[in-house]
């Protein structure tokens, strides 16, 4: 989202005098500006939904960066652990578990950083202070992979659900010796669904909480053969979506038989309403006091109704953020198109009789095409703000950048009867310079607009700049370039400021802009400072390029 309102700000200010009097600019600028902040806001608020959500959902949630550190724990992980929120963050989540989950969730950890997210993982987790005397959590988590906006796996979340009540019950009925009909009709929600069979595969359990999420009643199921007439594909009571989960079905119940360790898989049927329903089949051995095998115990395990929705929000977040990128993605290659053609326009221009005026204009738009196109290239602002951008070497004169930073604001300027001034000694105007000129006339044309925007109609903006160079060998010079942009008015707010700075995660489009023109600054080997006085302030723009032989200062 940062990204989207960046990139819609900065192309903003360098389109705006690509050539003020083209038809194509004012279409392309008209179909940058229809990118419609609404969805941006349904981001923001659904976001913000997903956060609360997680931190006071019912259901067990932390989450992991690419290291195995904690950095997300809810209250409902550290009530169920009896470890705080500031006492889990920066640990790592495997000194957490008990040694029997650590292979378990290492395995789950490595494949979701790869992006290949499991479901459905059972792990034990510690207990601490008070909770340490009722043992282990038993958790069912899903890792989710999250992502940024370039879809790089940054962390794993896991949203769990907490089954240490329903593994207690589960395990009392592996080792049940006695009568264990009462528990199994136990009305108590603590109660999963749970059905079973016979030696024989007939239906011989069906507990309430089977008859609520099924439709059927115990006296409807009980005494028909549980493959087919029970769960089949065709005329049974619980339709299956397919042979092969008929047969899955087969295997699961004859493994568990057999005496195979049980084992979680995925389950779904539908039930008598025709609503489909997802959860964990779980199935264990009966025996009897002799240990002979007398049928097998299926327990489901659903997925509950703060997991459902945890789940559904981050789906809904995701679906948005690619919407988003998309909707970029399109605007990016819409505007190369007419941008192709108004470089072709000027090329063809160039070509025939014009005055010094003239081409003077030409080579103004000329340049701002050249920064419209470099922004346009710009396909992860994440590498600028990193300092992972690679700056070009080419040659220049501080004139040609100024008159094309400054033609960038002179549509607002006019409209607001500001009066631009450009102080510069004609000698630093005129001085050759080596640097990445596109991205410095970016960055001064950020500077320039902020300025304009914080100056009061009818008033005035300055801009001078000096030089000072220093000898690096017999014909080159290392140029310190100092810029200042001083304008009427009350200046800047802080706020914005402290956005440029990075000290705020929520901020505006213009506060990323200045942010993304600071970083590009700080790759020249210079910074950005504001200063205030009475009656103006003044933005102060430092880098460092490189300077043919010459006076070895000029001011």
Known sequence: MDAIHSLQLILRNAFKDVVTADTNTNVIYSKLTDLKIEGMQELEAVTSEMVRLIETATVPILAVDVDGLVNGWNMKIAELTGLPVDKAIGRHLLTLLEDSSVETVKKMLSLALQGKEEKNIHFEIKTHGLRSEVGPVSLVVNACANRDLHENVVGVCFVAQDITGQKIVMDKFTRIEGDYKAIVQNPNPLIPPIFGTDEFGWCSEWNP???????????????????????????????????????????????????????????????????????????????????????????????????????????????????????????????????????????????????????????????????????????????????????????????????????????????????????TAEDVLSETLYGDSVRLQQVLADFLLISVNFTPNGGQLVVVANLTKDQLGQSVHLAHLELRITHAGGGVPEAMLNQMFGNEEDASEEGISLLISRKLVKLMNGDIQYLRVAGGSTFIVTVELAAANGPDSRN
């Open 209 to 423: 909480a089977m008859t609520k999420i099924t439709g059927w009643n115990r006296d409807e199921v009980v005494d028909k053969m549980l493959l087919g007439e029970v769960f089949g594909t065709h005329n049974a009571c619980c339709r299956l979506k397919n042979q092969e989960s008929y047969v899955n079905l087969g295997v699961v119940l004859n493994n568990a038989v057999a005496g195979n360790e049980p084992e979680k898989v995925p389950f779904g049927f539908f039930g008598r309403s025709g609503k489909y329903v997802e959860c964990l089949l779980c199935v264990n051995k009966k025996l009897d006091r002799e240990g002979a095998v007398t049928g097998v115990f299926c327990f489901l395990q659903l997925a509950s109704h703060e997991l459902q929705q945890a789940l559904h929000v981050q789906r809904l977040t995701e679906q948005t953020a690619m919407k988003r990128l998309k909707a970029l993605a399109y605007l990016k290659r819409q505007i190369h198109n007419p941008l192709s053609g108004i470089i072709f326009s000027t090329q063809m221009m160039e070509g025939t009789e014009l005055g010094p005026e003239q081409k003077r204009l030409l080579q103004t738009s000329t340049l701002c095409q050249h920064q419209l196109r470099k922004i346009l290239d710009d396909s992860d602002l994440q590498t600028i703000i990193d300092g992972y951008v690679d700056l070009e070497m080419i040659e220049f004169t501080l004139h040609e950048v100024l008159t094309a930073s400054i033609s960038q604001v002179m549509v607002t300027s006019n409209g607001k009867r500001i009066q631009i001034v450009n102080d």
